[in-house]
């Protein structure tokens, strides 16, 4: 199995910066990719960028040129870092890897982290 421990959520004002950190570990051979996902209240979970083994990156528009996403292959660590921030951008972050494990390919996700940004 795959465990996933993030970090670096909390409160924020507008324009403020942030940096989530997420670690894989487990039964892991290799890492295909990695990325973010974010949920507010009463919307469905969406895309916030993501990264692949080889360094090919995908982003939702909402955040473009405001959030990068980067990855230690060595580490199975990925990391987002939040600038420009927006009352908008406030919601549970969770990170997700898709990665080869002694049990096959498995899809896994962290418990989340609280992003809270305030006008």
């Known amino acids: 199995q795959v465990q996933l421990v993030e970090s670096g959520g909390g409160l924020v004002q507008a324009g403020g910066s942030l940096r989530l950190s997420c670690v894989a570990s487990g039964s892991i051979s290799s890492v295909l990719s990695m990325g973010w996902y974010r949920q507010a209240p009463g919307v469905q979970r969406e895309l916030v960028a993501t990264i692949t083994s080889g360094g090919l990156t995908d982003y939702a528009d909402s955040v473009k040129g405001r959030f990068t996403i980067s990855r230690e292959n060595t580490k199975n660590t990925v990391r987002l870092q939040m600038n420009s921030l927006k009352p908008e951008d406030t919601a549970v972050y969770y990170c997700?890897?898709?990665?080869?494990?002694?049990?096959?390919?498995?899809?896994?996700w962290g418990q989340g982290t609280q992003v809270t940004v305030s006008s």
């Open positions: 997700y890897c898709n990665a080869i494990t002694v049990y096959g390919n498995r899809n896994s």
